[in-house]
């Protein structure tokens, strides 16, 4: 009797359990809030999950912080006849932390590059600006100084943020906007799985600064896919993406306001993909996959360039003879394991530059499949209308 018993007892169990296995819990699905985002920021404030509007210029002031929950979307709307940005000052910080399946998306209602301005950092770390100034004015038409020596400037973590159709031309029409715009940004700075989709202006440009920019995208922007000067020195940059669509100038330029100087930025896994067809920005001579000028530098490994078709193109160009002599044969400009699929020359000159020779070790090419550029994981983050960026 005692051994029926039990058994009835190991049985009951079994029963519950499978019972208990078989009750699925379903998730209630988030309920997004409806808000709108204007004025400047004086306070830390908290944006839970939700859809809001973008409403003019809003300045994220120093000694506020900003939270922007995963999921989000954020909406400009060029019709309404204001310029639209979201701008971090000195002293702020914005902390966006997305995922790859609910990145925060900063778009713009009509879906036209160049309808607004991106978002736009500043901090305090060193910059090199014009006639060797360590301090310059924003070119984005907010006529903001930036520049410090602050290395470790913190304006805070952006981790899964896409921002679609910004780099607008406001004031006179010739000042930019970005994507991503870094102006003296520091290290203390996360940078991370970020996407500029076809903006009217570069993908991501840095100002300077000692910023790192880690797992990115810059995907049909019309003019460069990645821009810097001012001598941004970020030394831990990886996995960059582009692919250049429809309009697009150089895959990365690369300057230093002609300033000779060691600051030698590092970045490695690159991958610059131009469609065919794509054209450049007014028929401007900005073919190539790499421009280096005004003295423009650093170390970069592992790069795959592809479809820079144009029978001018080249995979790097100096632009100039300062360059040449000051960065080239000092061995401030260093390209290895990089590969070429095509034909694309790999590099040339100007009429002011008619000799290039790397050092040795500085330019080396490889047809090996180690040279795969950047690697990437696909996701939400990285699909836009169903359709992934990374071809």
């Known amino acids: 009797m005692k051994k029926l018993v039990l058994s009835l007892s190991v049985l009951s169990l079994l029963f519950a359990g499978c019972s208990e296995d078989n009750d699925e819990t379903v998730a209630t699905p988030k309920t997004p809030v409806v808000g709108e985002i204007t004025g400047d920021i004086t306070a830390n404030r908290n944006y839970v999950f939700g859809n809001y509007t973008l409403k003019g210029i809003v300045k994220i002031k120093a000694g506020a912080t900003v939270t922007i929950e995963a999921g989000s979307k954020i909406t400009a709307t060029l019709s309404d006849g204001s310029v639209d940005a979201l701008v971090v000052e000195n002293g702020g910080k914005l902390i966006v932390n997305g995922t790859a399946a609910e990145p925060v998306v900063f778009t713009e209602s009509s879906q036209i590059p160049g309808s607004w301005g991106g978002i736009i950092m500043y901090g305090n770390a060193p910059i090199v600006a014009l006639n060797g100034l360590n301090t310059a004015t924003s070119e984005d038409g907010l006529a903001q100084q930036y520049g410090g020596i602050n290395d470790t400037h913190n304006g805070g973590t952006l981790r899964y943020v896409r921002v679609e159709y910004a780099g607008k031309k406001i004031t006179d029409g010739t000042s930019e906007m970005n994507g991503f715009s870094f102006y003296s940004v520091g290290s203390g700075t996360v940078l991370e799985n970020l996407v500029a989709y076809k903006g009217a202006d570069d993908g991501f440009e840095f100002y300077g600064g000692t910023v790192n920019l880690i797992n990115a995208i810059s995907y049909g922007n019309f003019d460069d896919s990645f821009d810097w000067q001012d001598g941004w020195k970020g030394q831990l940059s990886t996995n960059w993406y582009a692919y250049q669509t429809g309009t697009g ?8 306001k002609n300033n000779n100087n060691s600051f030698l930025p590092k970045v490695s896994n690159i991958t610059l993909k131009r469609a065919a067809g794509t054209l450049t920005e007014n028929n401007s001579a900005e073919y190539d996959a ?14 795959l360039i592809d479809g820079y078709s144009n029978p001018s193109a080249v995979a790097v160009r100096i632009q100039d003879a300062n360059t040449n002599n000051n960065q ?3 061995s401030k400009i260093k390209l290895t394991n990089v590969k070429i699929n095509g034909t694309t020359p790999l590099f040339g000159g100007t009429s002011t530059v008619t000799s290039i020779v790397f050092p040795t070790g500085q330019y080396t090419t490889t047809t090996s499949t180690s040279a795969n550029g950047a690697t990437l994981t696909n996701g939400a983050w990285s699909t836009v209308n169903g359709a992934t960026l990374l071809h």
Do not use: L, R, S
């Open 249 to 256: 100038n150089f895959g990365m330029e690369i300057e230093c």
């Open 328 to 330: 080239v044969n000092a």
């Open 290 to 303: 790499i421009q280096f000028k005004n003295q423009g530098n650093g170390e970069y490994t592992n790069i």
